[in-house]
């Protein structure tokens, strides 16, 4: 006979065994202990975070023999016994994937008068509601709205959004969180010293960062890696997970700030050659490059990392700028979804780490050219000797790379940018690197700034063609915010609308000069006249 599985051998069968779903957890206590019942319930929530087994415990309590509600369930009686034995009758579980049909839930619909064969109550657990086809939920509707005394509904989801609004408005829907890493190591430890497993601390962690939330998965990956040997080291459980080490995450972050696109390339074959799993890889740098960003941004109190972790992280952060970092996660968040086992499955890898070098690294210097010969002196008015026969003038020395090189555009703390300068500027930019054609140059330099509207930038064009054509092409206006938030140094984005502005239209209606100070505020800063 197999051995039970860990995840069902350590399934919960009492409330204060549940983890990571204290406020479901306390509601439905006290509107028991109260005897505040409803006849409806909806658990909706990510996978193996509780759901089902929450559902189990509501079942118990409602048909425990104990004389008190607030000790119930006791888990000793004959009721609560039956229920963790999966032989209590008055208990139905349905799968919502295989009986999603109108007659599954007709043939419920006619069951459900009748009295419970043992219990209190009848308890309809359908797990997976959501698959249910729209004809099984309209013929759920009125049952579920008036069932009998005795019958209970419990629907659990994965993916709310399919709930049709009628059918959950006739329930009490509860929200079932995503359990924090810290809270999965803590009960894996527990279960490993009730088991007599000698897991290293570092192999739980790496084990519940896998799991993504989820402890039923959490401990079926842990029931994996002692399947072999009751004894796991955090190499073990790395080479049987697919994940790499901190360090080689840490070092590829390295190799991101400073540009080097060799050196990150080899980083990640190097991991894969060492049986990296491409997508793990993806994922454990999303979850570094996240706390990056939160230490970054001063909200490091966020970040589920060690002390030592958290200071290697501060180091890295100071040499990230805030809008690099979110390209960046978002190219490795891409990376993390293309991977599907091809025959180059570490091929999305290296694509978003060439996307984050080239964004990174600082331009290569143009070499200098020759400066041109200089042109020969006239000859002075009256002159008899011969033009060669003077010393010609001397060339123009040519421009350094100091003098030539522009500097970066930057807008300091605390000062009002100039958005109109900051606009040409980008409009210039595109020009420069064939972005943009001269037609949409002058359609571009046409608009009227606005003013910022939180992180956007308010921009009117009076050129319907060009605002359809720019509509049309969203990779043309994420090009535009990224320019933008390098020039004011924080994220921004884009907002393009038709007409004229505010600005300029209360400026030709108060007849105010187009130069002056007061359309300047009113067009750049965002400006409004109030009297």
């Known amino acids: 006979m197999p051995a039970q599985a860990l995840y069902r051998k350590w399934r919960p069968q009492l409330w204060d065994e549940v983890v990571g779903q204290g406020h479901v957890v306390q509601t439905l206590r006290n509107a028991l202990r109260g005897d505040r019942l409803a006849h409806a319930y909806l ?48 208990l139905i579980e349905i799968d919502g994937a295989s009986n999603n049909g109108v007659e599954n839930i007709r043939e419920l619909r006619d069951k459900i008068n009748f009295a419970p064969n043992e219990g209190r109550y009848k308890i309809y657990l359908i797990d997976e509601v959501h698959m249910l086809s729209l004809g099984a939920f309209n013929a759920l509707l009125k049952t579920l709205e008036e069932p009998p005394p005795h019958a209970v509904f419990i629907l659990a989801t994965t993916e709310s959004y399919k709930i049709p609004a009628t059918v959950s408005s006739r329930c009490q829907r509860f929200e079932f969180r995503r359990i924090p890493v810290a809270e999965i190591v803590a009960r894996l430890k527990r279960l490993c010293e009730q088991e007599h497993l000698n897991v290293e601390n570092t192999a739980l962690e790496v084990v519940a960062r896998q799991a993504t939330g989820s402890l039923r998965d959490a401990i079926s990956l842990l029931d994996q890696l002692v399947a072999a040997d009751s004894t796991v080291t955090l190499a073990q459980a790395q080479a049987l997970l697919g994940t790499t080490t901190g360090q080689a995450v840490q070092d590829l972050v390295d190799a991101l700030s400073a540009g080097d696109t060799t050196r990150g390339l080899d980083l990640v074959n190097a991991a894969v050659d060492a049986g990296a799993d491409p997508r793990q890889l993806a994922r454990q740098m ?18 589920e990392a060690t002390a030592e972790v958290r200071a290697t992280m501060a180091r890295q952060a100071e040499g990230w700028a805030a ?6 996660i978002r190219a490795f ?40 010969a200089a042109p020969p002196a006239p000859r002075p008015t009256g002159s008899t000797g011969p033009l060669s026969s003077r010393s010609p003038r001397p060339a123009p020395a040519a421009p350094s790379a100091a003098t030539t090189e522009k500097p970066a555009p930057a807008v300091r703390p605390g000062e009002a940018p100039d958005l109109r300068a900051v606009w040409n500027r980008i409009v210039a930019t595109m020009l420069e690197h064939k972005k943009i054609t001269k037609l949409t140059q002058a359609d571009l330099e046409k608009c009227s700034i606005e003013g910022l509207d939180g992180n956007a930038l308010r921009v009117f064009t009076p050129n319907k063609v060009f605002f359809e054509k720019f509509n049309s092409r969203p990779d043309f206006g994420q090009l535009i915010g990224s320019l933008l938030s390098e020039e004011l140094g924080f994220a921004c984005g884009l907002r393009l609308q038709l007409g004229e502005s505010r600005a300029n239209s209360s400026a030709e209606a108060l007849d105010i000069p187009a130069d002056g100070m007061v359309a300047t505020a009113l067009r750049d800063l965002g400006g409004e006249i109030v009297e």
């Open 323 to 328: 809008p690099a970092l979110l390209r960046a």
């Open 43 to 90: 658990f909706a929530g990510p996978r193996g975070c509780g759901k089902t087994t929450t559902a189990r415990l509501v079942a118990k309590a409602l048909n425990c023999l104990h004389p008190d509600p607030a000790q119930r369930p006791d888990n000793t009686c004959a009721h609560c016994v039956a229920v963790n034995e999966s032989r209590f009758l008055d």
């Open 333 to 372: 968040n891409t990376a993390s979804n293309d991977v599907k086992g091809g025959w180059q499955p570490q091929l999305p890898l290296e694509l978003a780490i060439v996307e984050c070098t080239t964004l990174v690294a600082p331009p290569i210097p143009e070499p200098s050219l020759p400066a041109p």
């Open 286 to 303: 999303v979850d570094y490059l996240r706390g990056l960003m939160l230490v970054r941004l001063g909200s490091a109190a966020l970040v």
